[in-house]
């Protein structure tokens, strides 16, 4: 077991209404087995999108994307990278918004993120973006019409990781994540 | 999505009895989320063990173990590093016994294995050997003491791989899996 370093909770978020991509800040965040019950990606299973093309499109998969994770200084280089200034965690539907280790999009798939709570994540690895953050930061921006096109280009590697719940617990603002190897 | 080639199922077991280590050949299997109904190993959640030093032993987390697979090459790799004639993958619990990939137990964690029938695993990579098979191997071979401490060492990085099931389906003896990178 391999210690990679630790890294700090700024936030945390829901998307609480099945079909809204925004999420909300909470206070805490109740980790159970399949995400954050009442979150539009809880669930042991999904179904296969245009991420999982290994799959038929629709068909019942096991599900890697429970959790979103993003980091500030990854946000602050998409608002750079964008010409806006500042992009937020909700925009993006992410669930943590943390900050203090270096190049945290390119954690490697199966590190563990252990919460002070007891709390434990399996790294799915990298988010790819879509287009769906692009087209929230279009409303922000509106004249920036090139906005939602521009976003998934800047936000490739910058994007946070996604992750499955590996033991559960709770999870507060402020919380230490240590990081450990696969 | 990185095709990183097939390798051919060349028995599928199961471990039907559960405190009996030893997996039995079976002519199919089918595999649903949380593993093979009835196996040892079957669960979407296990109680944390050695090999999950992370978390206090005997905490409920995420089964990332339902599912063994060794190569053929590997064990043969094992038997001579042993000086015994054989080792069989029912005497390591594996569930399938399969051909035809380099460096098989090297499989990356993340990657996915496509089954014709429609299953899918997911791998979560190196299953590092623990004593049991050694003790299994000892019944076998009562004239070579030394082999259940031996085998840990000799069968590090040949013991093959766990996984998830990422689709339900039935595997049969013959398919050839198609492995793609996470």
């Known amino acids: ?4 370093g630790t890294i700090t909770v700024l936030s945390v978020l829901s ?7 925004i ?3 909470m206070d805490q965040i109740a980790l159970v087995f ?5 979150d539009r990606h809880f669930g042991w299973t999904k179904t ?6 290994q ?3 629709g068909t019942e998969i096991l599900n890697r994307r429970q959790i979103s994770l993003v980091a500030e200084e990854d946000l602050e280089r998409i608002a750079v990278g964008l010409g806006v200034p500042t992009v937020r965690p909700e925009w993006l539907g992410a ?3 943390v900050r203090g280790f270096p190049d945290w999009t390119r954690l490697a798939v199966g590190a563990h993120l252990l919460f002070p709570g007891g709390a434990g994540l399996l790294s799915s690895g990298e988010n790819r973006p879509c287009r769906h953050p692009g087209e929230v930061l279009a409303q922000h921006y509106p004249d920036r019409r090139d ?3 521009c976003f998934v280009r800047v936000a490739d590697h910058r994007r946070g990781i996604v992750a499955m719940v590996e033991r559960e617990g709770t999870v507060r603002v402020g919380d230490e994540i240590r990081i450990v190897g696969g």
Do not use: H, K, W
């Open 1 to 4: 077991m391999t210690i990679l």
């Open 15 to 21: 998307a609480t209404t099945p079909d809204v991509f």
């Open 23 to 25: 999420s909300q800040p």
């Open 34 to 38: 399949g995400g954050i019950v009442g």
């Open 48 to 53: 296969a999108g245009v991420r999982e093309g």
């Open 55 to 57: 799959y038929p499109r």
């Open 95 to 97: 669930n943590f918004l």
């Open 147 to 149: 906005i939602a096109a």
